[in-house]
């Protein structure tokens, strides 16, 4: 790794540990044995250093999600992506399963992932503004992407008709209440994916039509 990467790398644990508030230039700086004035050479703020890891964690996660056929519009109010509805217009109950945990798995195992998310967990009780990116990552992406992709698969006689923004949040809240009991309680791992996995073959009986 360059020095940039490097000091990326160190925010990152930094945030993740401290939030943005609580972690200073100093922090960052001493752990890689270079001085404040140093970091001000590659970052010229806090502030940019936190911007640039957001970017960069955005990238991954929309490179992810692509890869389970999830594509969230740019504006948040797109048209569901075509290929999405065929792949979930057509999913096994495994299938369904399995995508929902290799998402649960991804944000709870890999490091990176799991650095961000408690970043952002922490942060958003530090500033309105952390506290409304964190929303928006975890809350109201997925739960608008979740809507617009039932509404289609209703529309398509292939779930059961109802209240797409309602089933969106049967949907995704327990697994959003499962991945924090294993995020407190990281021996209960195993206990929470069986439920997570219980959950999504449950409510997929409970909706599809065909």
Aim: charged share 25%; with cysteine.
């Amino acid at each position: 790794m360059n020095t940039r990467e490097l000091i990326l790398e160190e925010a990152l644990k930094q945030f993740s540990e401290k939030g943005f508030a609580g972690a200073s230039m100093q922090d960052i700086a001493k752990p890689l044995g270079i001085t404040k004035a140093a970091l001000y050479k590659h970052f010229a703020s806090k502030q940019q250093l936190f911007d640039e890891i957001i970017r960069a964690s955005e990238a991954r996660f929309q490179d992810f999600f692509t890869a389970l056929s999830v594509h969230f519009p740019k504006d948040g109010q797109g048209e569901v992506n075509q290929t999405d509805v065929a792949v979930y217009g057509s999913i096994t109950a495994e299938g369904l399963c399995e995508s929902v945990l290799t998402f649960v798995r991804f944000s709870m195992e890999d490091p990176y992932s799991r650095q961000v998310r408690r970043m952002l967990t922490l942060s958003q009780f530090q500033s309105g503004e952390l506290g409304a990116l964190y929303t928006k990552r975890y809350a109201e992406t997925m739960l608008g992407y979740d809507e617009r992709l039932f509404a289609k698969l209703m529309e398509l006689g292939v779930i059961r008709p109802g209240d797409p923004k309602t089933l969106a949040l049967l949907f995704y809240a327990p697994v959003v209440l499962y991945m924090g009991i294993w995020d407190r309680e990281p021996r209960r791992a195993a206990e929470c994916e069986t439920a997570i996995r219980n959950h999504v073959q449950q409510f997929f009986a409970m909706t599809r039509v065909r």
